[in-house]
């Protein structure tokens, strides 16, 4: 059985082929997948995120599609200081690793 990853990352290909090792499946990722549209992220949580991604690809793609997202809730802070989905930007910035360390 082949599932389709809805996800450009090969890092995150990586480690759920490690999750999903043992199992009688292939995981196919789209990090090669040039003609697919990037979809933004702009759901308020990381389920409306994988909804979008998933149906996205799934239009253009024609086969079952799943996709994983996540965020950053904070016990302490009040809801609308909650960084959520957006936890890798700083305003409309994308941070990359170091950035997002150093923040």
């Known amino acids: 059985m082949e599932l389709i990853y809805g996800t450009r990352n090969p890092a995150k290909v990586m480690s759920m082929r490690k999750m999903l090792s043992g199992l009688y499946m292939q995981l196919r990722g789209l990090c090669s997948s040039k003609h697919l549209p990037i979809v933004e992220e702009i759901g308020s949580s990381p389920l409306d995120n994988v909804r979008a991604k998933a149906e996205t690809y799934y239009r253009f793609i024609g086969r079952p599609t799943f996709a994983c997202d996540s ?33």
């Open 71 to 103: 965020g950053l809730f904070v016990e302490e802070l009040d809801s609308e200081l909650q960084p959520r989905v957006k936890f890798r930007r700083l305003g409309d910035k994308p941070l990359n690793d170091e950035e997002m360390i150093n923040h």
